[in-house]
């Protein structure tokens, strides 16, 4: 006898949601997998508690994770547990700054069954009658952080690939379960749009504001959604400030910052050269040095920040 797995047994719709329009946008965004400078991270967060937002489904974790490789964050008080955070996989319905209506699946990257959850999304994105859907993710690049993020684009959208898509490559690299979410919808004649940022690598690592005002203002362009983004570009002129300071004070770290802005501009002129990431040479210019000085500097920020919130 042969089981059958149907992708609608992976989610649960909540009894208590709103009736879903058609046509809305599905912006969708997963963490576990290069989110570097925690951009879809930071994008989730401002979505989720700066907007209007319904629960409308949840996928089940245990079908979906590996509870053993991403456990469940408790809160331990003294002698007893107090909270347990378990990670969420969900499509909430939103209401964005003007009180446009989208989709926001948001969550973690399944670690099991990628083709029946892509089935389950492209299965929701057709029985909600989306209009289109957009996803972003967040890559680290030695590029620097004195210029605007770019982007490389991909999906069926030619005039965003043409308008905002600064790095076209062609290489063959791990692919985010939301890259298998795009080639299914194109397949299909879905208007989708995938959106990657390259985040300078030396601070992939950190919670760069700059990088999730990039992404939301990646979105914008795709669906025409208003953001909440003050906050975020006020705390990333600090964070830009501090890392100017530590850099000003050390000629290892102006010189390699320098190397990385002299490459992207030769690149942005449009200078034949392979890549913006690389030299005439065909090497990645190294950047190490300054992961190494900044790592020290912004883990004092960090150690900082919290002496300050207690």
Do not use: C
């Amino acid at each position: 006898m042969v089981t059958v797995n149907h992708p609608e047994e992976l989610y649960t719709f909540d009894e208590s949601a709103p009736t879903v329009p058609a046509g809305l946008h599905l912006v969708a965004g997963l963490t576990g997998f290069a989110d570097a400078g925690s951009a879809v991270a930071q994008v989730t967060t401002s979505i989720l508690e700066r907007l209007e937002t319904r629960l409308v489904a949840e996928f089940d974790p245990d079908v979906l994770l590996d509870w053993r490789a991403r456990r469940p964050v408790i809160t331990f008080e003294h002698d007893h547990i107090t909270d347990i955070e378990p990670p969420r996989l969900a499509l909430h319905l939103v209401r964005d700054e003007i009180g446009q209506p989208f989709l926001f699946l948001s969550g973690y990257e399944p670690d099991f069954q990628w083709n029946r959850f892509v089935r389950a999304v492209t299965d929701l994105a057709a029985q909600l009658q989306v209009v289109d859907t957009t996803w972003v993710q967040s890559i680290p690049m030695p590029v620097p952080h004195t210029r605007p993020i770019s982007l490389t684009v991909s999906g069926t959208r030619a005039d965003l690939v043409e308008s905002m898509s600064v790095w076209k490559p062609e290489t063959q690299a791990p692919a985010n379960v939301l890259h298998l979410v795009e080639h299914r919808l194109s397949e299909l004649d879905q208007q989708v749009t995938g959106l990657v940022l390259l985040v300078p690598h030396y601070l992939s690592d950190t919670e760069f504001p700059d990088a999730a005002v990039a992404a939301l203002s990646g979105i914008s362009a795709s669906t025409g959604l208003i953001f909440p983004t003050d906050a975020l570009r006020e705390e990333g002129r600090e964070f830009i400030a501090r890392v100017d300071e530590q850099v000003a004070g050390n000629g290892e770290l102006q010189r390699l910052v320098s190397a990385l802005e002299e490459r992207h501009d030769t690149y942005m002129e449009g200078n034949p050269i392979a890549s913006p990431l690389t030299g005439v040479d065909g090497e990645v210019p190294t950047a190490d040095a300054i992961a190494d000085e900044l790592e020290r500097f912004l883990a004092d920020r960090r150690v900082d920040g919290d002496a300050t919130d207690d």
